[in-house]
Protein backbone atom coordinates (compact mmCIF):
# COMPACT_ATOMS: atom_id res chain seq x y z
CA UNK A 1 0.00 0.00 0.00
CA UNK A 2 1.29 3.40 -1.14
CA UNK A 3 -0.31 6.69 0.68
CA UNK A 4 -0.93 9.35 -1.91
CA UNK A 5 0.39 12.36 0.34
CA UNK A 6 3.62 11.15 0.83
CA UNK A 7 5.07 15.04 0.10
CA UNK A 8 5.62 16.25 3.95
CA UNK A 9 9.09 17.17 5.20
CA UNK A 10 11.33 14.57 6.30
CA UNK A 11 11.94 16.39 9.58
CA UNK A 12 11.69 14.06 13.01
CA UNK A 13 8.02 14.18 14.25
CA UNK A 14 6.50 14.96 17.48
CA UNK A 15 3.48 13.82 17.73
CA UNK A 16 3.07 10.93 15.16
CA UNK A 17 -1.01 11.11 15.38
CA UNK A 18 -0.70 14.46 14.11
CA UNK A 19 1.53 13.24 10.70
CA UNK A 20 -0.32 9.93 10.72
CA UNK A 21 -3.42 12.02 10.50
CA UNK A 22 -1.85 14.22 7.80
CA UNK A 23 -0.93 11.20 5.65
CA UNK A 24 -4.41 9.60 5.31
CA UNK A 25 -6.32 12.87 4.92
CA UNK A 26 -5.42 11.91 1.11
CA UNK A 27 -7.18 8.23 1.23
CA UNK A 28 -10.70 8.97 -0.16
CA UNK A 29 -11.37 5.11 1.19
CA UNK A 30 -10.31 5.71 4.86
CA UNK A 31 -12.41 6.93 7.54
CA UNK A 32 -10.69 8.85 10.15
CA UNK A 33 -12.02 9.44 13.25
CA UNK A 34 -9.61 11.89 16.23
CA UNK A 35 -11.04 11.12 19.62
CA UNK A 36 -8.15 12.61 21.72
CA UNK A 37 -5.03 14.20 20.73
CA UNK A 38 -3.07 10.96 21.65
CA UNK A 39 -5.54 8.67 19.61
CA UNK A 40 -6.85 7.68 15.94
CA UNK A 41 -9.27 5.90 14.77
CA UNK A 42 -8.90 4.50 11.09
CA UNK A 43 -11.26 1.85 9.05
CA UNK A 44 -9.39 0.90 5.89
CA UNK A 45 -10.18 -1.32 3.29
CA UNK A 46 -8.05 -4.81 3.38
CA UNK A 47 -8.26 -7.20 0.80
CA UNK A 48 -11.13 -9.57 2.59
CA UNK A 49 -12.36 -7.03 5.02
CA UNK A 50 -12.12 -3.35 6.46
CA UNK A 51 -10.18 -3.23 8.91
CA UNK A 52 -10.53 -1.19 12.35
CA UNK A 53 -7.14 0.29 13.25
CA UNK A 54 -6.21 2.17 16.61
CA UNK A 55 -3.48 4.46 16.89
CA UNK A 56 -2.66 5.86 20.40
CA UNK A 57 0.30 7.85 21.05
CA UNK A 58 1.79 7.52 24.61
CA UNK A 59 4.45 10.58 25.33
CA UNK A 60 5.63 9.69 28.57
CA UNK A 61 7.78 6.47 26.91
CA UNK A 62 7.44 7.73 23.12
CA UNK A 63 5.69 4.94 21.87
CA UNK A 64 2.84 4.67 19.38
CA UNK A 65 0.68 1.82 19.15
CA UNK A 66 -1.54 0.40 16.76
CA UNK A 67 -4.40 -2.20 17.15
CA UNK A 68 -6.00 -3.79 14.07
CA UNK A 69 -9.13 -5.34 14.60
CA UNK A 70 -10.40 -8.15 11.90
CA UNK A 71 -14.12 -7.83 12.55
CA UNK A 72 -14.68 -11.15 13.23
CA UNK A 73 -15.85 -13.30 16.70
CA UNK A 74 -14.27 -16.26 17.42
CA UNK A 75 -16.82 -18.42 19.61
CA UNK A 76 -15.43 -19.60 23.24
CA UNK A 77 -15.99 -23.11 21.47
CA UNK A 78 -13.28 -22.79 19.29
CA UNK A 79 -10.92 -21.50 21.87
CA UNK A 80 -7.97 -24.26 21.57
CA UNK A 81 -8.18 -24.14 17.85
CA UNK A 82 -7.85 -20.47 17.87
CA UNK A 83 -5.03 -20.53 20.42
CA UNK A 84 -3.07 -22.84 18.33
CA UNK A 85 -3.76 -21.17 15.36
CA UNK A 86 -2.35 -17.75 16.96
CA UNK A 87 0.47 -19.71 18.26
CA UNK A 88 1.31 -20.69 14.24
CA UNK A 89 0.83 -17.51 12.61
CA UNK A 90 2.82 -15.33 15.60
CA UNK A 91 5.63 -17.91 14.65
CA UNK A 92 6.11 -16.56 11.14
CA UNK A 93 6.10 -13.02 12.15
CA UNK A 94 8.95 -10.47 12.25
CA UNK A 95 6.98 -7.73 14.04
CA UNK A 96 3.81 -7.77 16.19
CA UNK A 97 1.95 -9.85 17.05
CA UNK A 98 -2.21 -11.20 16.85
CA UNK A 99 -4.15 -12.79 20.06
CA UNK A 100 -7.56 -12.99 20.99
CA UNK A 101 -9.30 -10.33 22.70
CA UNK A 102 -10.91 -12.19 25.82
CA UNK A 103 -13.40 -9.36 26.67
CA UNK A 104 -14.55 -9.09 23.08
CA UNK A 105 -13.89 -12.45 21.41
CA UNK A 106 -12.36 -10.32 18.49
CA UNK A 107 -8.99 -10.97 17.08
CA UNK A 108 -6.95 -7.91 16.47
CA UNK A 109 -3.21 -7.48 15.17
CA UNK A 110 -1.26 -5.59 17.97
CA UNK A 111 2.40 -3.68 17.05
CA UNK A 112 4.24 -0.87 19.11
CA UNK A 113 6.87 1.23 17.53
CA UNK A 114 9.48 2.64 20.39
CA UNK A 115 10.58 5.90 19.44
CA UNK A 116 12.49 6.73 22.84
CA UNK A 117 15.83 8.86 22.55
CA UNK A 118 15.65 9.20 18.70
CA UNK A 119 14.35 12.39 18.62
CA UNK A 120 10.21 11.26 17.31
CA UNK A 121 9.66 8.93 14.34
CA UNK A 122 9.74 9.80 10.20
CA UNK A 123 6.96 9.45 8.04
CA UNK A 124 8.08 6.53 6.42
CA UNK A 125 8.06 4.25 10.40
CA UNK A 126 4.77 6.10 10.82
CA UNK A 127 3.55 4.35 6.93
CA UNK A 128 5.37 0.86 7.68
CA UNK A 129 3.45 0.96 10.54
CA UNK A 130 0.22 1.40 9.14
CA UNK A 131 1.37 -1.20 6.09
CA UNK A 132 2.45 -4.10 8.39
CA UNK A 133 -0.25 -4.01 10.50
CA UNK A 134 -3.14 -4.46 7.56
CA UNK A 135 -0.89 -6.00 5.49
CA UNK A 136 -0.36 -9.31 7.80
CA UNK A 137 -4.28 -8.65 8.71
CA UNK A 138 -4.90 -9.14 5.11
CA UNK A 139 -1.94 -12.28 4.86
CA UNK A 140 -3.58 -13.63 7.42
CA UNK A 141 -7.37 -13.09 7.59
CA UNK A 142 -8.01 -16.03 5.36
CA UNK A 143 -6.47 -18.14 7.91
CA UNK A 144 -8.61 -16.93 10.43
CA UNK A 145 -11.99 -17.40 8.83
CA UNK A 146 -10.96 -21.08 7.28
CA UNK A 147 -11.29 -21.96 11.29
CA UNK A 148 -13.83 -19.95 12.42
CA UNK A 149 -16.20 -20.17 9.71
CA UNK A 150 -14.98 -23.45 7.38
CA UNK A 151 -14.06 -25.91 10.96
CA UNK A 152 -10.58 -26.47 9.10
CA UNK A 153 -7.97 -27.68 11.35
CA UNK A 154 -5.42 -24.92 12.23
CA UNK A 155 -2.22 -26.70 10.18
CA UNK A 156 -4.36 -26.80 7.38
CA UNK A 157 -5.99 -23.58 7.68
CA UNK A 158 -2.73 -21.41 7.89
CA UNK A 159 -1.06 -24.05 4.87
CA UNK A 160 -4.00 -23.26 2.70
CA UNK A 161 -4.27 -19.53 3.40
CA UNK A 162 -0.73 -19.01 2.40
CA UNK A 163 -0.34 -21.40 -0.18
CA UNK A 164 1.08 -19.40 -2.99
CA UNK A 165 0.33 -20.17 -6.83
CA UNK A 166 3.78 -20.65 -9.16
CA UNK A 167 3.94 -20.21 -12.66
CA UNK A 168 1.08 -18.41 -15.39
CA UNK A 169 -1.90 -19.89 -16.58
Known amino acids: MAF ?46 TYQLHCFWQEDVQALHTTCMLEMRAPARLNAEINTLLAEVNAK ?8 SKEETSLMFRHTLLLRGIGGGSHEQIEDLVDV ?37
Open 93 to 100: LWVGHFEL
Open 133 to 169: AVGECDRFYPAFQFVIWGGRDPQDALASSLLETQGEA
Open 4 to 49: SRLDVAREDILNPIDALEDMLSGESDWTIARPSEAELVIACPGQWA
